[in-house]
């Protein structure tokens, strides 16, 4: 007779399965399953930057991940450069955006650039950090900086049951817009949202939690086993679990 996982089974089963191999920026893994959803915005990050992309020559992606957001905007500016700080992050990087012509730097601070004054008439970063004095400096006359932002309320909930404290609590849109003006740059768009990421079973939680360790810097399966255990009795009870999605999002130019 066919037998069902008892919860303990299922829990242990899920752990293990969170083990898959995180590559680049891509939670396809989960994502392309269902196992994790985000709401949508009340924006498109990027039909922002493809309207603005029309008719320039020079592009900068800030924290390119893996390259899997800039290797799909076509066609590429003639001179298109990319960021990434993540070591495991920069030869996938550059396998996927070198033959587009893209070249990848390697970037440790965010203060100091490997690039000219003035150099894009289009920086773009998504989810990624930077310093307002060195946008503005690399950016070209009239040049556009697009970011989408992770806000610091993003999964408070995760925090609050694994009882781990929230590093970046006050990253806002209201921060994040002065710090900007603060340098002489122009806002001309803005919006935040507060939406939600829904998880379908704990080893989805497990799996994104690794993929992003700043949000539990010291996460381990081991140290947070009861609470990860509480987590998964919920999901089981309600069939899924939401935590609190925060994105902001901003589009400035150099006057």
Known sequence: MRR???NNELFNYLIDKSNEKFEGWDFSY???TGRMQEFPLTWNYRNKVMREMYGISSLLDMGTGGGEFLSTLSPLPKYTCATEGYVSNISIARNRLEPLGVKVYKVEDDEELPFNDETFELVINKHESYSPKEVRRILDNNGIFITQQVGGLNDKEINE??????EF??????????????VGLNIFEQREDLVK?????IGAI????????????DFTIEKYFDKLLKIHNMIEKLGYVDFTCHRFFIMANKE
Not at 161 to 166: C, D, F, G, Q, T
Not at 206 to 217: F, M, T
Request: net charge negative; glycine share 0%.
């Open 161 to 166: 049951i694994l009882e781990a404290s929230v």
């Open 206 to 217: 497990v799996y994104y939690l690794k993929a992003i360790p700043w949000q539990v810097p």
């Open 30 to 32: 989960i994502e392309r």
């Open 169 to 182: 609590i006050d990253w806002n849109l209201k921060n994040a817009v002065a710090e900007l003006e603060e």
């Open 197 to 201: 990421t829904r998880f379908y079973d």
């Open 4 to 6: 069902r996982l008892t």
